[in-house]
């Protein structure tokens, strides 16, 4: 079939710190979704003919609101926060393709679940050197209104930073993603969907004026095991704009 598939993620961070240990998040989602694919002739009731089949979708995604707790641990060398919040259905679930049929569940903007979301980070600040770690996790424990179930997701995340002067930084990550394969209703397993992928990501950062941060990753697929066949990344570009005050 020659199937792509274009996700293009922009986001607003909002940090809202309540006290010097506590502080509120949140972060708002836009998507764009493209998927493409050439399709045989008679394999799609209204394309019999088969050819070329697009389906986009755009649009803000499901917001995600936590609160974090932040505290110190061994003589305050490392710095430690735990986060709580909720994933919300704020994203739209009924994207159409031209015929007027909705997409399937994953080509959506939003998934149409409320889910709980919980993380750890810790970080050691040592000379020049930033090593941190953290874990993130998102369950879901109900169905969609289309009787659609998300897999439960696991991130697991290491990094080294090297300051090489007060305004350029260097970045190097790990990042493992597990994700549970989906459902559909009454438990039925669904194809070609869950596996494990490890990234390595390097990057640098830039401290401009007037409080900003640039920082600039490319994360590239070190290992990937998933399950059936399924349209996988090999690597993407992430840009992160930070603004304090």
């Known amino acids: 079939n020659n199937e792509r598939t274009n996700i293009t993620t922009y986001s607003i961070y909002l940090n809202y710190s309540l006290t010097d240990q506590f502080s509120l998040e949140t972060i708002i989602p836009f998507r764009l979704v493209t998927n493409e694919k050439i399709l045989f002739h008679g394999q799609y009731d209204f394309q019999p003919e088969g050819g070329n089949y697009i389906r986009d979708a755009d649009g803000f995604g499901d917001v995600v609101v936590l609160g974090r707790y932040s505290f110190p641990i061994l003589n305050e060398e490392i710095q430690m926060a735990i986060g709580i919040g909720l994933k919300l259905p704020t994203g739209d679930t009924e994207s159409q393709d031209i015929y007027g049929q909705r997409f399937s569940d994953n080509l959506q903007i939003g998934s149409g ?133």
Do not use: C, W
Not at 119 to 133: C, D, H
Not at 160 to 177: A, H, M
Not at 207 to 216: E, F, G, T
């Open 113 to 245: 679940t409320l889910d709980p979301i919980a993380s750890i980070f810790a970080a050691y600040p040592r000379g020049n050197f930033l090593t941190t770690t953290s874990v993130l996790t998102r369950v879901s424990f109900q169905e969609n209104i289309y009787g659609y179930k998300y897999g439960n997701e696991y991130h697991i995340s290491a990094a080294i930073n090297y300051n090489s002067s007060n305004i350029f930084f260097l970045k190097n990550r790990l990042n493992y993603i597990y994700t549970e394969r989906d459902t559909y209703q009454y438990g039925e397993p669904v194809q070609s969907r869950g596996g494990q992928s490890l990234y390595y990501a390097p990057g640098f950062g830039i401290r401009a004026p007037n409080d900003l941060i640039i920082n600039i990753e490319y994360p590239i697929a070190i290992y990937q095991k998933v399950n059936e066949a399924q349209l996988m990344s090999d690597g993407f570009l992430m840009l992160n704009l930070t603004y304090t005050f």
